[in-house]
């Protein structure tokens, strides 16, 4: 699996769009882009994923550049709950285990 | 829908001892896997299981196993606890093996003494 890098930390204000980067600059044609996050000793939680489109749900956008050497997650509105570590992952969908890296800690505050 | 759960929140082990650490997935799906978090290493993973077989693991040693019930439900066992065993265990879910995103529980929190 291709490695991410991401910063290890981000602030971000409440109510203020959250954009966290994710660098895969070895990314393969059937890698996927997937973003989790946890919560403090939580499970990690599913966010989104895309293959080369932009994507958006009800949690965020991802938006993945055209040579799909780097990816932003966007939250919109950050909450204080949206206080996280976040994990950009890069997947083949023929494979089975997540590649967790260190994650940026994003600190939202009041 | 009820997420996927684990079982117990907490476990309290001494060195030597064996461990069994349960998940149920959501329903209707059929892969399980099991990832550790210990303190400062991360999220690595432990073990694949789908429609009750072993499809693959990661690397730790074989003193950690486990199976698959045909309910899909999953135990991960740990025997001859080590200090280092000490982590957040975590199980997932998915549908149809590995072509979905995974679901992952509260976890289990193992401390070795």
């Known amino acids: 699996d291709a490695k991410t890098t991401q910063p290890p930390s981000m602030d971000c204000a409440e109510g203020r769009a959250a954009n966290l980067p994710c660098n895969h600059s070895t990314i393969s044609g059937n890698e996927y882009v997937y973003w989790y996050r946890q919560i403090h000793s939580q499970g990690p939680q599913y966010i989104i994923h895309?293959?080369?489109n932009n994507e958006t749900n009800e949690m965020a956008s991802l938006i993945i550049t055209e040579d799909r050497k780097s990816s932003t997650l966007i939250l919109p509105h950050a909450t204080l709950r949206d206080t996280a570590v976040y994990y950009c992952i890069v997947r083949a969908l023929n494979t089975d285990k997540l590649i967790f890296g260190t994650g940026t800690r994003l600190q939202v505050f009041p | 829908e009820a997420g996927v759960t684990q079982s117990p929140t907490h476990l309290i082990k001494t060195r030597g001892q064996q461990a069994t650490l349960r998940c149920s997935p959501i329903s209707g799906h059929t892969s399980v896997y099991w990832y550790q978090q210990a303190l400062g290493l991360g999220l690595q993973f432990l073990l694949w299981y789908d429609e009750g077989e072993e499809r693959n693991r990661g690397n730790f040693p074989p003193r950690f196993s486990g199976r698959q019930f045909p309910n899909y439900s999953s135990e991960l066992n740990v025997n001859a606890l080590e200090l280092e065993d000490s982590a957040l265990y975590l199980c997932?879910?998915?549908?149809?093996?590995?072509?979905?995103?995974?679901?992952f529980g509260p976890g289990t929190r193992l401390t070795v003494l």
């Open positions: 895309g293959l080369k």
């Open positions: 997932a879910s998915s549908q149809n093996g590995v072509y979905n995103e995974q679901f």
